[in-house]
């Protein structure tokens, strides 16, 4: 498992993360064999939001009740969390008191003293960056968190939080798969006029923006086609992305899933992939792309496969 600094601070992670969103109906015994066969593959950071589950906590606190973690094995892992969406209005909330709220809920349902990243999930139109560095401020000299990321953001909302803030945001959780890369398919193709994908959506630029910045990007939905309009592993929608994939996958004597991830990890920009399955042969399989050596033909060529234009 290839490791990598988490954005300016000297944080060693793995660059395949496991993402828990989905084990709120999992048993313990479930949720124990996702987490050990993460572990088995060097995977040691899992990521959470406060949404997640039925009820709000709710795979906070299923992993911790399956996983009753002793104090060294909470200091061996990296827990990451996220905050900000109020799913019953829908609407999002980076006011203090929300925030403040949000933190002390993850903590009791993880059954932990401290949070090593917490994550703002999805921009507030309506924040005050002031209330933000309040919320940051207290909780950061606390120790009730370690480190601060996004997530679904754009350079400028980022440079408007780092006005007020005076922590680092260390990480930018955003949807990328080889199918879902606008923010790296736009450069490809810029300066092309009357052409779709040197459209500018994202404000200028997220995964350069990060990479000046030294935020590391995490992609979710690293298998998804779309916004969760299905998997392209095997999809009939994707038979020559999938033609590639496949004879890729022979070649390095590894699952499919081990080529999508590596699609992703080959990029210099250091990413991280945020796994979702709760299949610990996926997790497994997906695992072994993380220092996969694609070529950059071979990488162009999943990309162009994918249906993204190289002039």
Not at 46 to 62: P, S
């Amino acid at each position: 498992m290839k490791r990598i600094s988490l954005g300016t601070t000297a944080v060693d992670v793995p660059n395949v993360v496991l993402g828990l969103m989905r084990i709120a109906d999992k048993s313990d015994d479930e949720v124990r064999a996702l987490v050990s066969a993460a572990r088995d593959h060097g995977i040691d950071f899992f990521d959470h939001a406060d949404i997640y589950g039925r009820d709000l906590h709710g795979c906070e606190r299923r992993f911790a009740e399956a996983m009753r973690l002793t104090p060294a094995q909470r200091a061996g892992i990296t827990i990451q969390t996220k905050a900000g969406i109020v799913r019953e209005g829908p609407y999002f909330d980076f006011s203090y008191d929300h925030l403040i709220a949000s933190v002390e809920g993850s903590l009791r349902a993880l059954d932990t003293d401290y949070i090593d990243i917490l994550l703002l999930h999805r921009p507030d139109a309506l924040v005050e960056p002031d209330e933000v560095a309040r919320a940051f401020d207290e909780l950061a000299a606390a120790g009730k968190v370690r480190a601060f990321g996004v997530s679904n953001h754009t350079p400028r909302q980022i440079d408007l939080l780092k006005a007020s803030l005076r922590q680092p945001l260390v990480a930018n959780q955003i949807q990328l798969s080889i199918t879902h890369s606008p923010t790296i398919a736009q450069g490809v193709a810029a300066n092309m006029a009357d052409f779709a994908q040197s459209i500018t959506i994202d404000g200028g630029g997220i995964v350069d923006y990060c990479r000046l910045h030294s935020i590391t990007v995490q992609a979710w939905s690293p298998f998804q086609g779309g916004f969760f309009t299905g998997v392209f592993l095997g999809s009939d929608d994707y038979p020559e992305l999938n033609a590639v994939i496949d004879r890729l996958a022979r070649e390095y004597d590894v699952p499919t899933i081990a080529i999508a991830t590596a699609w992703i990890t080959r990029h210099p920009a250091q990413m991280q992939v945020v796994l979702g399955t709760t299949t610990p042969a996926r997790v497994a399989g997906a695992a072994l792309g993380s220092d996969i050596p694609l070529t950059r033909a071979q990488w162009y060529e999943l990309f162009r496969a994918a249906g993204h234009t190289v002039p």
